[in-house]
């Protein structure tokens, strides 16, 4: 089991950058597929990218694509994501997720263990 803690997240003015970080517990962080994902106010969650256990692939959403970028440090156990030229509409709570096997396009991507989120808030 891995335990899951985001940080990173705050307010900024549409146009800024954010990074975003989630620390893992465990010896076998590497072994897991990582995500992110991300719940506005009154819509259903949704992916927002997602890195291999190597961190050789990454998977975006269409809404990110370009402006997001997922990466790990296996050595620090920890998972980040990094968001640029942020839009209003990029405002939601954002959880980081962990899974044994990375399912691409299924819902949640076959993450088994989530954290608790961080707030991220976009003014325009």
């Known amino acids: 089991q891995v335990q899951l803690v985001e940080s990173g997240g705050g307010l900024v003015q549409a146009g800024d950058s954010l990074r975003l970080s989630c620390a893992a517990s465990g010896r076998t962080f590497s072994s897991y597929a990582m995500g992110w994902f991300r719940q506005a106010p009154r819509k259903e969650r949704e992916f927002v990218a997602a890195?291999?256990?190597?961190?050789?692939?990454?998977y975006y959403a269409d809404s990110v694509k370009g402006r997001f970028t997922i990466s790990r440090d296996n050595a620090k156990n920890t998972v980040y994501l990094q968001m640029n030229s942020l839009k209003p509409e990029d405002a939601a709570v954002y959880y980081c997720?962990?899974?044994?096997?990375?399912?691409?396009?299924?819902?949640?991507?076959?993450?088994?263990?989530w954290g608790k989120g961080t707030l991220v808030t976009v003014s325009s």
């Open positions: 997720a962990a899974g044994h096997i990375l399912r691409v396009g299924v819902k949640d991507y076959g993450m088994d263990y």
């Open positions: 890195i291999s256990w190597s961190g050789a692939s990454t």
